[in-house]
């Protein structure tokens, strides 16, 4: 495919092209990331020096307060650290990135099968983001009902006053239209554009996590655009779907309704997250570890039934909502059976390691580092999928510990994986090993003591968002913790700053990679960088499985691209 | 872009690219229809206030309209059907008699919430005797029942509209003698869309109106 004439604008700014869309949103979701972060410092700033002054940055936010976290800022800050850290920080950075860098150039594509929707989709997004962000203005602050925002908190009777809510609203519809845009695409694109050869069972499990991720989007994110169109009439309009109040004894409005359809979606959500990173996962394993994924089709299949399950469970997370014991067993008993296949592909994941020439490189280590953390969250999930101990953990900070090893340790970790590992392919550079590893090491270490303590507080009895814990006299032995906590959090924070410096200097100064520095068979370490607009000169053809490492028919070399036929292969 | 490079054998047979993306896009929207209503269902069989069927709501005028609109689908059916054999005139005529349809299906909903949102004494008689007293008006505000009627006929009046556009916009390039019986997935697609939008209006009249 020529390489034709672009200006400035349609190639950088407005481009339908798949790997532009996927770097735009690489840097959309490491400026939100950074945001969402700033904010999981001042709260753990609140948390181990209630009532003090941030310094710095606290005459700057809140001359009114003389830099203290209010209540009302505590509130606002943690509401908009959930909300940006799930929705403006991972979903763009796997999903959005990513997906778009990987699914075509994995299945040998020569783009998204709508690329201008694709585009329209990077923009919604984007504009969603700059909602999100301008609310942050506005006078009363933005939302501060939690990242869930249940009524009567986020409604106009009873609940917090401002416009804050509003925009959060009308910035998460956008983006969930966004993602469905993107959604819409991913699913076409890997049913149709898969290049000759290259079966379901042939693909690289990251299109795996990320077809399923697009799939769970599609059924479940326009669920909760229903709610958010409905809890936005009632700030907008003065509707009382979820209003149980005075007018409720005559109307029936219901705030339970409100939380089932919040996690109708809200359970799929996080599968949505952390499917593409259980892809990533097993397919870096077995790069790195130079042997096939142990048991591929299995983990494929595991995936699959986990996506089908995923939407049966949600009411696991109302278990305290007074739900009748034999709904709360029912869904107890589906939760738990999501730990069967889980198992599996775990299993598979160390099967896959077991006896491999591993090599420690940056990549691998986030990648290993997900196995751990991701067991680690795993494990504590059961605590809370089960009624009796979930009745005791609900909503103090054991579930912000479980939540954080799921997504923030797991999603995250693998996210850098993903940078570290496909940085060569994206920007034609290698980051830097030896920073990568100071980096790995800090954040790694860091990240584990923060959350793992977090979930002993919970266990403790500390509750979640709670602006100065130490009120209650039974929490007051837990200062010393939560300070340790802090400090803990501030070294996960500044560790990051080496991720940035790294990015930038490579981007300027970094050695330029090879075609397949990683000795990848995957199909886009077959392209040169940069690779041009329309991906491959020629549709290639899949004669092997994405990880055909150490094969004994291999005569120089322990790997070989999907593109090349396997001599001596029946 | 538009070659299509599937494997051979593929189990999702062999629909278009555009198709299945428009199939997918209807699944998305009709679960955004689905936790509409349910809601609005949720919500009455948790013991909200809720009047008989035809109380508040004409159920004749909506019951016209909904039979405009299932002739529109098969004004659809027929472009469709001309385009395949070719008969530019008969594309045309069947795209402009849809379009023509969705637009005054349009008209009398705004008609219907015109009549409901300036209120009269008429309709003050009518909500009092349907159990909504002091009310001369029918608005979100006024019970969760008109909330849930607004938010769902609203929804689907913005559906309709926009494939009125769509439709507008196929009958533009079909006046430039775009499609041919050897190209019509636009047309089709566009078909799908709006037999979509008519489907869905069933069941939204039933729950809303007939219920």
């Known amino acids: ?570 | 872009m538009s070659q299509t490079m599937a494997v051979k054998n593929d189990p999702f047979g062999s629909a278009s690219t555009g198709k299945l993306g428009m199939w997918l896009f209807i699944i998305i929207d009709g679960l955004s229809f689905g936790g509409l209503l349910i809601g609005g269902v949720a919500l009455r069989a948790g013991g909200a206030f809720w009047p008989e069927p035809g109380q508040v709501l004409n159920i004749p005028l909506t019951a016209f309209n909904t039979f405009l609109l299932i002739c529109t689908s098969f004004t659809m059916v027929m472009a469709l059907n001309a385009v395949q054999k070719d008969d530019q005139k008969g594309l045309i005529k069947n795209l402009i008699l849809t379009i023509l349809g969705g637009f005054i299906f349009l008209s009398i909903q705004g008609y219907e919430y015109y009549h409901f949102i300036a209120g009269s004494e008429h309709l003050a008689e009518k909500l009092s005797h349907a159990g909504i007293a002091n009310a001369t008006n029918f608005i979100p505000s006024t019970s969760i029942y008109a909330a849930s009627f607004y938010i769902v006929t609203c929804f689907h009046g913005l559906h309709v509209l926009s494939g009125v556009i769509f439709i507008a916009c196929v009958l533009a390039a079909a006046m430039q003698g775009h499609y041919s019986s050897q190209n019509y997935d636009k047309v089709e697609i566009l078909g799908l869309f709006w037999h979509f939008v008519d489907l869905v209006w069933i069941l939204v009249f039933t729950v809303v109106y007939l219920i």
């Open chain 1, 1 to 570: 495919m020529a390489e034709h004439k672009q200006s400035f604008i349609t190639k950088y700014i407005f481009s339908t092209d798949h790997k532009m869309i996927g770097r735009q949103f690489l840097w959309f979701g490491l400026f939100w990331l950074f945001w969402g972060g700033l904010q999981a410092m001042l709260i753990r700033w609140q948390l181990a020096f209630s009532g003090q002054a941030v310094p710095i940055v606290g005459k700057l936010l809140w001359p009114a307060s003389d830099g203290i976290i209010t209540p009302d800022i505590y509130n606002q800050i943690f509401t908009m650290h959930g909300t940006i850290m799930i929705f403006w920080a991972i979903t763009p950075l796997l999903t959005g990135a990513f997906g778009n860098f990987c699914i075509p150039l994995q299945i040998g594509a020569p783009d998204m099968a709508f690329p201008k929707l694709n585009m329209l989709s990077f923009w919604t997004f984007f504009l969603s983001g700059v909602v999100l962000f301008i609310s942050h203005f506005l006078p009363d602050g933005p939302a501060s009902a939690g990242w869930t925002s249940y009524p009567p908190l986020s409604t106009p009777v009873g609940g917090i006053p401002g416009q804050g809510q509003t925009l959060w609203v009308l910035s998460l519809t956008l983006m969930g239209t966004a993602v469905l845009m993107g959604a819409i695409n991913y699913v076409t694109t890997v049913i149709r554009y898969r290049a000759p050869g290259m079966g379901y069972f042939k693909m690289p499990l990251t299109v795996w996590g990320m077809w399923l991720s697009a799939m769970l989007n599609a059924l479940f994110v326009p669920i909760i655009a229903a709610g958010l169109v409905f809890l936005l009439l009632e700030n907008v309009f003065g509707t009382q779907f979820f209003v149980a109040g005075n007018k409720a004894t005559i109307e029936g409005g219901d705030p339970l309704l409100y939380q089932h359809v919040f996690w109708i979606f809200g359970h799929p959500e996080v599968y949505i997250l952390i499917l593409p990173v259980w892809g990533i996962v097993s397919d870096l394993l077995s790069t790195f570890s130079r042997k096939p994924a142990f048991g591929y089709k299995v983990t494929a299949t595991c995936m699959c039934i986990i996506t089908g399950l995923s939407g049966i469970v949600w009411g696991h997370h109302m278990y305290t909502t007074g739900m009748s014991p034999l709904l709360g067993k029912a869904f107890m008993f589906l939760t738990l059976l999501i730990s069967i296949p889980s198992s599996i592909f775990f299993l598979n994941w160390l099967g896959t390691m077991w006896r491999g020439a591993l090599r420690f490189t940056v990549p691998m280590l986030f990648t290993m580092s997900v196995v751990f953390v991701f067991g680690l969250g795993g494990l504590t999930g059961l605590y809370l999928a089960t009624v009796t101990s979930d009745i005791y953990l609900h909503d103090s900070m054991f579930v912000v510990g479980h939540f954080h090893y799921t997504l923030a340790a797991s999603v995250l970790m693998a996210s850098f994986a993903a940078i570290y590992y496909w940085f060569p392919k994206m920007f034609g550079r290698k980051l830097n090993s030896l920073l990568g590893k100071i980096h790995f090491w800090l954040t790694f270490v860091s990240l584990n003591v923060v959350f793992f303590n977090m979930m002993a507080l919970g266990y403790a009895g500390q509750h979640r968002r709670l602006f100065d814990p130490y009120v209650f006299d039974f929490i007051k032995p837990l200062q010393p913790m939560n300070f340790k906590i802090t400090m803990w959090a501030f070294l996960l924070g500044v560790a990051q700053v080496l991720l940035v410096i790294n990015i930038i200097w490579t981007l300027l100064k970094g050695k330029k990679a090879s075609k397949n520095p990683w000795e990848a068979g995957t199909l886009e370490w077959t392209l040169d960088y940069p690779i041009p607009h329309g991906n491959f000169k020629e549709t290639p053809t899949v004669y092997t499985g994405p990880h055909e490492y150490s094969n004994p028919l291999l005569k120089d070399r322990d790997w070989i691209s999907q593109s090349e036929p396997l001599e001596g292969a029946s």
